[in-house]
């Protein structure tokens, strides 16, 4: 890899990981400390490198660089603390004692430190979008335009918003560290839907920036094979997570054409999906069956097992509705609801689904009226076409408006 695109490839690669061990070593207090060390020793490396060549191991580089800078700053702190601090504050609030200024940058303290930081990052405290936003900045390494790009938002926004979780977790006194295992299976679930939130944020993004949505998927995929590979958190809904990620990643290059335009599911070109995602995807389901416990996972797991499946037959479509029923028992949702009325439309007929899909109401969603259009295209054209054009008025994205546009044409 040439010398430019080393340093980009390693901060992407090794920015969140310097970041977590310095953040769970100098606590949410100093977290920014933890981050501008960081962004310095990628700055060294791109001074230092074009003059003296490469180093031999560039990584164990920018740890050893990191790990300096780290240490600096904390003899730094203790000498202010030491000297200056006491000549303003009270004998008794002053501390002789010095700080351990050990940076552990090894492997498995790297592992358990994203580990740690992603269990504090999602602590119920803070809402859901700091959540994401904190999880894409400190575990991804991705910088304030990238995330304001992902949220469609302006830079200063996303800076707001995560300088308000930050100070957050400190008012709270949330440690980074893993929470006790009693603790753990409540949380996880907090840190699975910030995973899953954070894979739809790349999947269903309406960014036209495909590189960013893929890298929003991959990295989200990263942090639960994270999960997977510690054995706290190696859990049966951790691995139908997994499973489902990789099951809609796998047909991630078939969902997008040349120009950015989205391609439906009935369109899409099964030669581009990935068989290998596949496979990987059936692995981790079959992993998560060993217990026999039975999560939303589970299902949407499933569920997106069998829309890889290459056949369009009735067993296929009724496998895909009897599952859709099961999932809106346990965890209804508006897009859940109109999805199992598809699959009903494909497994029995189109009557039957247009009875159940008038039944939810659901006027202010653009793709309920796009639902609408379908079922009634071959029927009564002219309702179809009525719903067409009320989901046109609600549609946001164009590539959404594109889409529905041509369904009017076809008519």
């Known amino acids: 890899m040439e010398q430019q695109q080393l340093i980009p490839h390693l901060f992407r690669t090794e920015y969140r990981k310097i970041v977590s061990v310095l953040g769970?070593?100098?606590?949410?207090?100093?977290?920014?400390?933890?981050?501008?060390?960081?962004?310095?020793?990628?700055l060294t490396a791109a001074q230092t490198w074009p003059l003296n060549g490469l180093p031999e191991n560039p990584t164990a580089w920018l740890y050893r660089v990191a790990a300096n800078k780290a240490k600096n700053y904390l003899v730094r702190d203790q000498l202010f603390k030491g000297k200056v601090s006491k000549a303003i504050r009270p004998p008794e609030a002053s501390s002789?004692?010095?700080?351990?200024?050990?940076?552990?940058?090894?492997?498995?303290?790297?592992?358990?430190?994203?580990?740690?930081?992603?269990?504090?990052?999602?602590?119920?405290?803070?809402?859901?979008?700091?959540?994401?936003?904190?999880?894409?900045?400190?575990?991804?390494?991705?910088?304030?335009?990238?995330?304001?790009?992902?949220?469609?938002?302006?830079?200063?926004?996303?800076?707001k918003r995560l300088f308000r979780a930050?100070?957050?977790?400190?008012?709270?006194?949330?440690?980074?560290?893993?929470p006790a295992q009693p603790e753990i299976g409540r949380r996880l679930d907090t840190v699975l839907a910030t995973i899953y939130l954070l894979f739809n944020e790349g999947y269903y993004s309406i960014s036209g920036d495909t590189t960013l949505r893929k890298d929003l998927c991959l990295e989200a995929m990263r942090l639960c094979h994270m999960l997977t590979d510690n054995s706290s958190t190696d859990r049966p809904e951790v691995n139908a997570l997994l499973a489902l990620m990789c099951f809609h990643a796998s047909r991630f290059e078939a969902r997008v054409d040349s120009d950015g335009e989205t391609i439906l599911y009935d369109d899409q070109d099964t030669t581009l999906w990935n068989d290998e995602l596949i496979r990987r995807g059936a692995f981790y389901l079959h992993?998560?069956?060993?217990?026999?416990?039975?999560?939303?996972?589970?299902?949407?797991?499933?569920?997106?097992?069998?829309?890889?499946?290459?056949?369009?037959?009735?067993?296929?479509?009724?496998?895909?509705?009897?599952l859709y029923n099961h999932l809106l028992q346990r965890h209804y949702s508006p897009i859940a609801a109109l999805n199992r009325t598809y699959a009903l439309a494909r497994a029995r007929d189109?009557?039957?689904?247009?009875?159940?899909?008038?039944?939810?109401?659901?006027?202010?969603?653009?793709?309920?009226?796009?639902?609408?259009?379908?079922?009634?295209?071959?029927?009564?054209?002219?309702?179809?076409?009525?719903?067409?054009?009320?989901?046109?008025?609600?549609?946001?994205?164009?590539?959404?408006?594109?889409?529905?546009?041509?369904?009017?044409?076809?008519?």
């Not at 050990?102 to 358990?112: A, C, S, V």
């Open 24 to 42: 769970k070593r100098f606590g949410f207090d100093h977290l920014e400390t933890a981050e501008d060390i960081a962004s310095e020793t990628f």
């Open 96 to 159: 002789d004692a010095a700080p351990d200024q050990d940076i552990d940058l090894t492997p498995q303290n790297i592992n358990d430190s994203q580990l740690q930081m992603m269990f504090a990052i999602c602590h119920p405290s803070i809402s859901t979008e700091a959540q994401i936003g904190l999880s894409l900045r400190i575990l991804c390494g991705f910088g304030i335009d990238e995330i304001a790009d992902a949220f469609l938002t302006s830079r200063e926004t996303i800076n």
């Open 166 to 178: 930050r100070e957050r977790l400190r008012e709270e006194k949330i440690p980074i560290e893993m």
């Open 287 to 322: 992993r998560s069956t060993a217990s026999g416990q039975l999560s939303r996972y589970h299902l949407e797991a499933t569920i997106a097992f069998w829309s890889t499946q290459k056949t369009d037959s009735p067993e296929k479509w009724e496998n895909i509705l009897q």
């Open 350 to 411: 189109k009557q039957a689904a247009i009875a159940e899909a008038e039944k939810l109401r659901l006027t202010g969603n653009h793709f309920y009226f796009v639902l609408l259009g379908e079922l009634y295209t071959g029927i009564d054209n002219a309702r179809a076409r009525e719903h067409f054009e009320n989901a046109l008025a609600l549609a946001r994205s164009p590539s959404d408006k594109r889409i529905i546009e041509k369904k009017i044409g076809r008519l």
